[in-house]
């Protein structure tokens, strides 16, 4: 497989393990970080498709790591942590992740939350849609580039923010589930809680919405789930 995959851990045990265990799935393009530091400096570089970062690092943690990579990166990355509150997992998916792994955790499902990760990706760019380019409002998307619009500028989305977009606009008009977006987004090998929606959606309102507090375009339908409006007017 040549898709690029960043670790990020001091305890030189796990990394090693991980890369281990990736290496007999088939991932050849395997880079590592000890630091914080270390991990900004290999990601502009190495450009990975998905990063998985600990959050207890001696220099940065990771979830300021995770910020400062969401300026110039939208690679999928998963947290690392010994941390299992709820309220640390939704800090972790506050700042940019894309999904939580508590330790201690089994190598192997390391690997299929990264392969879910990578399917996110291939289904969001691929050419499995018949529409490359899709419009809602003011909002435009282009699956081949990876990058989205409002009325004419960019927003600087996440990639799961991409993901959930994406969807939402390839089903416009029509109500959207958390079960159906746990499926479709989150993949079947992530187990996330009624939070992590709330959270992104949270998140992509204030990128998308004039008015975030009072979304006209990305509603809360009650007791079934969320609908992107084709039109606001």
Same mark, same amino acid.
């Given at each position: 497989m040549d898709e690029k995959i960043l670790l990020v851990d001091d305890e030189k045990d796990i990394a090693d393990l991980l890369e281990e265990v990736l290496i007999q799935d088939?991932?050849?393009?395997?880079?590592?970080a000890c630091t914080g530091m270390d991990a900004l400096a290999v990601c502009r570089e190495f450009q990975p498709d998905v990063?998985?970062?600990?959050?207890?690092?001696?220099?940065?943690?990771?979830? %300021? *790591?995770?910020?400062?990579?969401?300026?110039?990166s939208y690679c999928s990355i998963l947290f690392l942590s010994s941390k299992n509150d709820e309220i640390d997992k939704i800090l972790g998916l506050s700042c940019g992740g894309d999904d939580y792994i508590t330790k201690p955790f089994s190598p192997r499902e390391v690997v299929f939350r990264i392969k879910a990760q990578l399917r996110r990706q291939k289904y969001a760019a691929g050419p499995?849609?018949?529409? !490359? *380019?899709?419009? !809602?409002?003011?909002l435009t998307i282009d699956r081949e580039s990876g990058r989205a619009y409002k009325s004419g500028a960019e927003l600087p989305l996440t990639g799961r923010?991409?993901?959930?977009? !994406? =969807?939402?606009?390839e089903?416009?008009?029509?109500?959207?589930?958390? %079960?159906?977006? =746990?499926?479709? *987004?989150?993949? %079947? =090998?992530?187990?996330?809680?009624?939070n992590t929606i709330m959270v992104h959606i949270r998140h992509l309102r204030e990128k998308i919405e004039d008015a975030p507090s009072r979304p006209r375009q990305l509603?809360?339908?009650k007791g079934l789930g969320y609908k992107l409006r084709k039109r606001t007017d």
């Open positions: 088939g991932f050849r393009n395997i880079r590592k990063m998985i970062l600990d959050i207890m690092l001696p220099d940065l943690d990771g979830l %300021e *790591v995770c910020r400062k990579i969401r300026e110039f499995s849609c018949s529409t !490359a *380019v899709l419009s !809602a409002g003011p923010e991409f993901l959930l977009l !994406a =969807y939402f606009m089903n416009t008009d029509k109500i959207i589930s958390k %079960e159906r977006l =746990y499926e479709q *987004v989150w993949g %079947e =090998y992530s187990s996330i809680c009624d509603i809360t339908v």
